[in-house]
């Protein structure tokens, strides 16, 4: 069974620091990863998606994810941290039957 | 091209009672999704249908039941509630197309129990 790990369920970072939210997923097949942001009170936004080819993945605002199969890893970036970035960030793993499972979240707190 | 949308966005309801949430997946898309939201339980898959057939359903009582319409608008029902179904409850659609894998999300409508 596909599973996702995220290691941090809070992140605190200075407004301008680089941003690491990690995520290790578990996946008997080639996985297809995803990193969605949530801000209170509003749905899921995707930020960016790893489904076949170049390992490094860039999304919205500024986020990239790198994805490593040897370290069964996805873990988003981003060089510097703005305030707009405090949220909660998901990572999550599709199943062969197209349903996401979700890690358990990452809050991210961006202090000025 | 417009998002998905749900309704309602908020909703309170008694114990008992039963709900009907509605989601309108952004035109073109096939697949509709339903996801819940819980702080103790994070984000549990509920089911999918992709025209107008279930495809896949997540572990939730039989109390918990979808369906599709055929303009692929969705909508999730849940009977007898009890005060664990408090939660936001997240619509997502795809296209469907092959290889098209990325599901985008409504705003969610957020369940009171009381």
């Known amino acids: 069974a596909q599973s996702v790990t995220q290691l941090g369920s809070h992140v605190s970072v200075s407004e301008g620091a680089l941003v690491l939210l990690r995520c290790n997923y578990s996946?008997?097949?080639?996985?297809?990863l995803f990193w969605y942001v949530q801000y209170p009170n509003q749905g899921l936004q995707l930020l960016l998606k790893?489904?076949?080819?170049?390992?490094l993945v860039k999304g919205i605002n500024g986020f990239e994810a790198e994805f490593k199969k040897s370290e069964t890893s996805f873990h988003l970036t981003k060089p510097s941290a703005h305030m707009s970035d405090a949220a909660e960030y998901f990572c999550?793993?599709?199943?062969?039957?197209?349903?996401?499972?979700f890690g358990s979240g990452t809050r991210l707190l961006v202090r000025p | 091209k417009a998002g998905v949308t749900q309704t309602p966005r908020y909703l309170i309801k008694t114990r008992g009672q039963q709900v009907t949430l509605s989601c309108s997946p952004i035109?073109?898309?096939?697949?509709v999704s339903w996801y819940q939201q819980t702080p103790g339980q994070g984000l549990q898959f509920l089911f999918e249908?992709?025209?107008?057939?279930?495809?896949n359903k997540g572990n939730f009582p039989g109390r918990f039941s979808g369906r599709q319409f055929s303009n692929s608008r969705s909508e999730m029902n849940v009977s007898t509630l009890e005060l664990g179904d408090s939660a936001l409850y997240l619509c997502?659609?795809?296209?469907?197309?092959?290889?098209?894998?990325?599901?985008?999300f409504g705003p969610g409508t957020r369940l009171t129990v009381t």
């Open positions: 249908y992709f025209s107008e057939t279930q495809r």
């Open positions: 035109s073109g898309h096939r697949s």
């Open positions: 790893y489904t076949t080819g170049a390992t």
């Open positions: 999550a793993v599709l199943d062969s039957s197209y349903k996401l499972i």
């Open positions: 996946s008997s097949v080639p996985p297809y």
């Open positions: 997502a659609s795809r296209t469907g197309s092959q290889g098209a894998r990325e599901q985008y």
